[in-house]
């Protein structure tokens, strides 16, 4: 029992968790924002911008001092890239994605791949194309698991929406926000997550799948708000993963601070010490 007057580990957090997009036109439509604030779902909503997200966030952390916020791509590339390129920490590598991004990804060069004729660099060894904490997810289904940063184009491409998301990452560490594990602890704090992981099994590219995945748990309790989390893949995953981070509040009061080395520069994705499906922590 606690004594008289403190909270227990988690107690009063409020989470977010985003599924991000990095599409040059239309990325409002696919960016879903989803909040928990205890264990309710309050706001699932899409029609912001990368930049207008961040704006939104910072309302939302001045309203609540214990916000986690969740997002859903790479925060980083492989420490061997960030040698090279001369990027001692992760927050100088978004100020730099903030302003030469678009011709990164313009540009598409080597080990960036995936545009149109450029087919996927040998690096030497294919573990080369990951960071430590993508290989060190475990898969969730047939080759279901991270996709390199590196890869800018093609089917379940992610580096695209990594180096657009880098400069939210820009904007919210000037205002306050501490991103793990690149920062201190602090509050409001920004986590990365791979949504696959704290979804579980479950079909998400079927519309009757995701409803009867929300059916089984009743949640969320509003029949509008469930309806529209099984809408889309994108809302459904940022409302399910919102879930799960509230379900392990206590585990992102208290964040992991022994990682592997490479984390330092490579970041890490946050996951539950045990499998976080909706309504089962």
Known sequence: MLPCGREAPGEGIRTVAVDWSGRREGSARHIWAASVDAGDLVLLENGRTGAELAEHLCRIASESFRLAVGLDFAFSFPSWFMGEQGFSTGPDLWEAAEREGERWLEDCLPPFWGRPGQRRPD????????????????????AIRPKSPFQIGGTGSVGTASIRGMAVLARLRREGFGVWPFDPPSWPRVVE????LLTGAVRKSDPAARAAYLEEREWPGDAALRE???????????????RAMYLHRAELYNLPNRLPPEAALEGWIWRPLRTAQLGEP
Do not use: C, K, M, N
């Open 123 to 142: 690096l030497g060894t294919p573990a080369r194309h990951w960071r430590r904490t993508d290989l060190d997810v475990q898969p969730t289904g047939p």
């Open 228 to 242: 529209r989390a099984a809408s889309t893949e994108d809302a459904f995953d940022a409302a399910v993963s919102a």
């Open 193 to 196: 997550i791979y949504p696959r």
